[in-house]
């Protein structure tokens, strides 16, 4: 798409700008702009004719959650109002995607149980709002209700993408993948792992990527709730632990550790409708994923 201007908004905090940021910013093709999106009228110089919003801003992280849920639940809410309050202005919207999360099937696989792997269509139930993990969940779950109620009120064309622990290089030091390689980088040969038989399905960034851009491209998607994942390779967090020393070419000693509150035992989505929809299927193999993300992280690690 040679044609294509991109408009990137963001409040962009100063270590949230890296050289790959700022190599992109610095294209003819692409515009920054920094702004907070919690602030009513913060896009009103935007210009009218986009044809696609992807919103992907929000708080988000297990600490953060757990440090600060009352701004999760702001900062997410807010923010999501005010896109599509701008969506609303747009001359001829193809597409507005909001970016959810699997979260939200945390509260029904607690408390009434699910299908493994998980279809889109499985009834949302909130966990115990006294719970700070709650917090991130509700807002996406808040986030969803807005799409799809912009888009019965006024004819937004949405679809809503929820992302499956989706990894790779630049995603900063704030989930259990980079995490795990500062960790094991940092030991003397005995690394902690919470929640260490809990299970998750990972998804490359490049596969992610890929699917999000289908699941936009494609007319049928138009209303649709879709997961985004990998449906193959449902991995416990010891043995993700493990492949990780692997690729590190370190030998380790894992000591299992308290789980972290409100984790999911499993999760893992179903794609059926995905590929169906959209033609898309995961290709990126764990292993070759987390060599490729190891390779960005490596000179990196703190």
Known sequence: MPN?????VDRLSPDESDETF???????????????????GSLDGLPRDI???????????????????????EVNAASTLTVFNFARQLTAPKRVVFASTSEVYAGTLKHFGIPLPTPEDVPICVDNVTLPRTSYALSKIYGEAIAFAWR??????????????????RMGFRHVIPQTFTKIARSSGEVDVPSAHHTRAFCYIGDAIEATIRSWETEQTDGEIMNIGSSTEEISIRLVVEKIASVMGRKITIREAAE????????????T??????????????????????????????
């Open 4 to 8: 294509t201007k991109l408009i990137l």
């Open 22 to 40: 700022r190599t992109l910013a610095a294209r003819p093709n692409v515009r920054f702009v920094r702004a907070d999106l919690t602030q009513p």
């Open 51 to 73: 044809d696609v919003i992807f919103h992907g801003a929000a708080m988000l992280g297990v600490q953060q959650v757990l440090r600060a849920p009352d701004c999760i639940l």
């Open 152 to 169: 019965h009120s006024h004819r937004l064309p949405v679809t809503v993408v929820r992302y499956h622990n989706v990894y790779g290089p």
């Open 260 to 271: 972290t509150p409100g984790s999911p035992v499993r999760r893992c989505p179903d794609t």
């Open 273 to 302: 409708k995905l590929a169906r929809l959209t033609g898309f299927s995961a290709c990126v193999s764990l292993d070759e994923g987390l060599q490729r993300t190891y390779a960005w992280y490596k000179d990196r690690l703190p």
